[in-house]
């Protein structure tokens, strides 16, 4: 952010006392995969708080600040700070290509994709945020906090992540949480994107399955040539996680069958993809119309944990 170039009918001093007032942490460092993905590090004035893989926190920045897309900025009655919460990833290794633990960084990072709602009045953050560069400041919550953590996990059970897009981000901090702490039961992270190009941490990802045997990850597409052109020599179809986590597919993919007796499943990412029920007004459960995980992973054996009633099941309502 310019402060030499303030938003229209605000002085260059209005601006710095507001973010003085709001911001507590700056952008150490960011990365672009492509014009709308985003990993972003950010370091807080005071100590970096401590967190549990699958945790979130906010990020925040004014509403007189510039956007990306160059949208309007918030009128003068109308300023505040926009607030949105976001899973905390984490770089998972080092340079030297050794896992970096959550507890061994002294920032933040996150996993973030542009959005653009041009039919809503509700200030947007993302735009704003796309706007950062490397010294900026912006707010940062004092507390991660969320109870979608590895604490139902024991050393020998099986693992499944599964996410969309940036629903990722808080399965890269459990991967590595439990990789680092010797995990012995298999653990597997499948994710679906649209293109290759929207997978942040490929790279990454490919390392950890060299040093890792009983990890592996899963990536799967929905818009490349071979997705939705059937002349393709690699035709594939459209690759859903829905797809995949039918026995069958599942082993022929990571090479071994889930049983809900020694597994655990952890979802997060896109609501369709999930599938939570609802009840309807006899009070009975009632599933999408079209099948998401929790209701193919019923059918398999598997339980959907609630607060009451824990399950091998866990889920994070990513919107």
Not at 12 to 38: C, G, W
Not at 267 to 285: D, F, H, R, T, V
Request: proline share 8%.
């Amino acid at each position: 952010m310019n402060p030499s170039n303030p938003p229209s009918g605000q002085s260059t001093s209005e601006i710095e006392e507001l973010r003085n007032k709001y911001y507590n942490a700056t952008v150490q460092d960011l990365r672009m995969p492509h014009d709308h993905l985003m990993i972003v590090r950010v370091k807080p004035d005071a100590e970096v708080p401590r967190f549990l893989g699958g945790q979130y926190t906010t990020l925040g920045l004014g509403s007189w600040e510039h956007r990306v897309d160059g949208g309007p900025l918030a009128e003068l009655p109308k300023q505040k700070l926009i607030r949105r919460a976001y899973s905390i990833s984490c770089p998972m290794l080092d340079v030297q290509g050794d896992l970096l633990a959550n507890d061994e960084i002294d920032y933040l990072e996150f996993y973030i994709t542009l959005v653009l709602r041009p039919d809503t009045d509700d200030p947007p953050l993302t735009p704003r945020l796309f706007n950062l560069k490397v010294g900026d400041r912006l707010h940062l919550g004092k507390k991660p906090v969320g109870t979608y953590t590895l604490k139902p996990i024991a050393p020998e059970d099986n693992v499944i992540f599964a996410g969309t897009g940036t629903g990722e981000a808080p399965h890269n901090s459990m991967t590595i949480e439990l990789l680092k702490r010797g995990h012995t039961g298999k653990v597997v992270s499948m994710t679906c994107v649209r293109y290759r190009g929207d997978l942040g941490y490929l790279d990454q990802q490919k390392q950890l399955m060299e040093k890792y045997s009983n990890y592996r990850y899963g990536a799967f597409t929905t818009r490349e040539p071979e997705n939705i052109d059937s002349q393709h020599p690699q035709y594939v179809g459209k690759q859903y996680l829905q797809d995949i986590i039918v026995p069958e597919s599942f082993q022929e993919q990571f090479g071994w069958i889930p049983h809900p007796e020694h597994t655990q499943v952890f979802l997060c990412g896109n609501p369709s993809m999930i599938g939570l029920p609802e009840k309807n007004e006899q009070g009975e459960l009632v599933y999408p119309e079209s099948k998401g995980m929790v209701e193919l992973l019923t059918e398999q054996g598997y339980k959907l944990s609630t607060p009451k009633s824990p399950g091998n099941i866990h889920f994070e309502k990513y919107w």
